[in-house]
């Protein structure tokens, strides 16, 4: 089982930012998650929210900027022992992980089919190298899709979170994901087990309580998503 970063680490330090990624890697944690978005000049960027209210304090929409617009605006706004970070773009945040094993994209929702193919377009175009270590996820249907319709060389995976049982496991087999990512509230054992005889590898997010992560690990997960990676590499047993 690997520890995933959540966001980079977002329980340690500012979450989808260049010092967070900087952070799990100096920790010697090598598997991260985080979020993917595009701006309206076609820019990837990272950041979970498609407001930056609750990660700088300013409430604005993503969406009204573009790549050069994103300076006035601090990710760390919340972290006080932190230097101000900018909202990073895809291609700076995979500069720091050159070295990652396992990364896990997530890219979030959109409104419309053409928005999805210019998104997965761009995506796939920038993660050029990383077809060994990245995998693309999405709870977005029209994303998989995309990808699927590209016949995409990049790993992907379903995430999902609500309650849909064994057809989020058709779903995944359908798209032709290599995993699905389970909430943790769902990743019962049944479901797990399930999962794994359709062939699917598993991560599961968010998993911030140690006797649950050591649960998971009996249970054979692949992926443990946590906001406290250093928390986790100091409870848990991984090889």
Not at 30 to 45: C, M
Not at 179 to 195: K, V
Request: proline content about 2%.
């Amino acid at each position: 089982m690997q520890i995933i970063g959540h966001r980079g680490a977002r329980g340690e330090a500012p979450e989808n930012t260049l010092a967070g990624f900087q952070y799990i890697h100096d920790l010697g944690i090598r598997a991260v998650e985080f979020d993917v978005r595009q701006l309206k000049d076609g820019e990837l960027v990272i950041v979970h929210d498609d407001n930056f209210l609750r990660t700088t304090g300013t409430a604005q929409a993503l969406y009204e900027l573009d790549s050069t617009q994103l300076a006035p605006y601090n990710q760390a706004h919340i972290w006080m022992d932190w230097e101000a970070q900018i909202t990073p773009t895809l291609k700076q945040s995979l500069k720091v992980m050159q070295d990652f094993e396992h990364l896990e994209v997530e890219v979030k929702a959109v409104e419309t089919t053409e928005q999805a193919i210019a998104l997965v377009t761009e995506l796939q175009t920038q993660l050029q190298g990383f077809e060994q270590t990245a995998v693309i996820t999405s709870f977005d249907l029209k994303i998989h899709q995309a990808l699927q319709q590209q016949n995409s060389n990049f790993k992907r995976g379903l995430l999902v979170e609500e309650d849909i049982g064994t057809l989020a496991i058709e779903q995944a087999l359908n798209l032709d994901c290599c995993q699905i990512g389970w909430m943790n509230q769902l990743a019962t054992d049944e479901i797990i087990q399930a999962t794994q005889n359709a062939g699917l590898k598993i991560s599961v997010w968010t998993v911030n309580d140690v006797a649950r992560a050591k649960q998971l690990q009996q249970l054979g997960i692949n992926g443990l998503i946590t906001d406290f990676p250093k928390l986790m590499l100091q409870q848990l047993n991984i090889s």
